[in-house]
Nanobody
Framework: QVQLVESGGGSVQAGGSLRLSCAAS????????MGWFRQAPGKERKFVAA????????DYADTVKGRFTISRDNAKNTGYLQMNSLKPADTALYYC???????????WGQGTQVTVSS
């Protein structure tokens, strides 16, 4: 089992920045790929970004490419999502996820809310 806890969400104005964190406990986090997803009210959950277990490979949704950066610190069992140039369309509940295989996630956090005002 892997337990994931997100933090760092909040309310910002358009153009601002936030850094989300995903703290992992339980099984060895270093062996798991990690991803971030988001879900806006009334909409389905969507992929945001992903990173391989080693951190060598990253992937982004087109809507956030160039503005968001995913990273991880395996020594701290923590993943991050740096979000810059935020837009109102980025408003959502953000989830982190972990899995043995890239882009296949067995474990999910509870989410952290990000609200961007215009």
């Amino acid at each position: 089992q892997v337990q994931l806890v997100e933090s760092g969400g909040g309310s910002v104005q358009a153009g601002g920045s936030l850094r989300l964190s995903c703290a992992a406990s339980g099984r060895t986090f270093q062996r798991f790929a990690m991803g971030w997803f988001r879900q806006a009210p009334g909409k389905e959950r969507k992929f945001v970004a992903a990173i391989s277990w080693s951190g060598d490979t990253t992937d982004y949704a087109d809507t956030v490419k160039g503005r968001f950066t995913i990273s991880r610190d395996n020594a701290k069992n923590t993943g991050y999502l740096q979000m810059n140039s935020l837009k109102p369309a980025d408003t959502a509940l953000y989830y982190c996820a972990a899995g043995v295989t890239d882009h296949v996630y067995e474990y999910w956090g509870q989410g952290t809310q990000v609200t961007v005002s215009s």
